[in-house]
């Protein structure tokens, strides 16, 4: 038996050969939604949950039907007690290598043996250097419209010209507010962005951004480098989106013209065994997504499973005979 990692986890039993069916690295909506359903197909499974999610500061979620307006943290608390049924087991920790095999090496930890594995680890967002961003990310400094529009909607919003990819996040973000004021920062607007946003009843105000206002726990405003204060209820960026993939990378996954790892639509990698889904291999993903392509790899990878099951089942039915023969 291999000892979790502290009196919080579950034991983490390996199958009678000593492996795993599937480790599941990653502990979001994607893995945990595929651990549930390797779970009810009877297969061992392991998921190694590091405890970093990457909606922690968000107070809800939205836009995952039955569950809208649900706080993060209670989805997974709901998720981890629904795998628990079905026999999977948490472990607490973080991976440090997978070796082909697969061999799943904790820092600090067991090595956990697995027939294949699932990586969703997610990504971090890298926000810019503007003092109050951090202290305000997922309260009232924001990024997708699609999650927190419709809670802020009609109120005063900005958005901060961060990255290329703030200009179609407001073209956007107007859906939910007739008063949304885009602020260019470092950003250098070309014409057609211009005129883009102008049509679109954007205000363009040009300058650097110094700091954000907060007062009484709230964002009230956003003050330019040359005094002036722009009166702000909430404000959105486009944070720069990092996957953690360093796991997939060091197995030998390749990357797709966009730089992210190349899967099919199942999740299935490069790398025999071994799938990804979620924002690791997605940036878009919202929650709801990410539990889908969990959902999608966990089918495959049974799938594939049962065609390695079927396969030494042959062998061996055949053994007896090409013996007597």
Known sequence: MIKAMNSHDADARPAVDGRYDVVVVGAGAAGLNAALL????????????????????????????????????TLLELGR???????VRLVRGRVEEIEHGFSVRLEGGPVLAAR?????????????????????????????????????????????????????????????????????????????????????????????????????GRLRGIELVDGRVLPRAAAFLF???????????RLGCARDDTGWIATDRTGRTG???VWAAGNVIDPRAQ???????GAAAAFAINADLVDEDVRHAVEQHRAPAAASG
């Not at 699609?146 to 900005?158: K, S, T, W």
């Not at 944070?239 to 990378?249: A, K, Q, S, Y």
Request: charged share 25%; hydrophobic share 40%.
């Open 38 to 73: 390797l779970g009810r197909a009877r297969r061992e499974v392991a998921v190694i949950d590091a405890g970093e999610p990457r909606n922690a500061p968000a107070a809800h979620m939205h836009g995952f039907l039955s569950r809208d307006g649900l706080p993060p943290a």
């Open 81 to 87: 007690a629904e795998i628990a049924r079905y026999g």
């Open 116 to 216: 294949r594995v699932l990586v969703a680890t997610g990504l971090r967002d890298e926000l810019p250097d503007i003092p109050g961003v951090r202290e305000r990310w997922g309260r009232d400094v924001l990024h997708c419209p699609y999650c927190h529009g419709y809670e802020v909607g009609d109120q005063p919003l900005a958005v901060l010209g961060t990255h290329t990819g703030a200009v179609h996040q407001a073209l956007l973000l107007r859906q939910w507010s007739d008063d949304v004021v885009f602020l260019t920062h470092t950003l250098d607007l070309s014409a057609h962005d211009c005129e883009r946003l102008e049509a679109r009843g954007l205000r363009i105000v040009e300058g650097e951004i110094d700091h954000l206002v907060v007062e009484s």
């Open 239 to 249: 944070p720069r989106m990092v996957p953690h993939d360093e796991l997939l990378t």
């Open 271 to 273: 790398v025999s065994g």
């Open 287 to 293: 929650v709801v997504t990410a539990a889908g392509m």
